[in-house]
């Protein structure tokens, strides 16, 4: 027979991982790099920007136009990888405790 109680414990642990979780986001620091590494973007597990470094070399071409590209493209890979790795972090923050549920997404919980 169906636990109701016991589900509802489980479900109160899972809000608690889940808020932890989403609480230790801040701490997942994803770099990408643009221009062979010309350019480097830091953003946390919260898609936050935290650093941007850009070697001297791109100030010597006097280019903005490529500055701003490359910017753009450092700052867009490390936000996808910044997207991975704090699904990762929720994944297993509620391993164990739910059940692989087909279609059951905790996505939209970032």
Do not use: C, W, Y
Not at 7 to 12: A, D, S, Y
């Amino acid at each position: 027979m169906f636990d109701m109680m016991k589900m509802m414990g489980k479900m109160k642990e899972v809000q608690v991982k889940i808020k932890e979780a989403q609480e230790n986001l801040v701490h997942i620091k994803v770099t990408g790099e643009s221009g062979g590494g010309m350019v480097r973007v830091t953003v946390n597990g919260k898609k936050q920007l935290v650093k941007i470094e850009i070697e001297d070399d791109i100030f010597d071409k006097n280019d903005k136009e490529l500055m701003q590209d490359l910017v753009v493209a450092a700052t867009n890979k490390a936000i996808e990888e910044a997207e991975i790795r704090a699904k990762e972090e929720l994944k297993k923050s509620t391993q164990g405790i739910l059940p692989d549920i087909p279609g059951f997404d905790l996505n939209n919980l970032m």
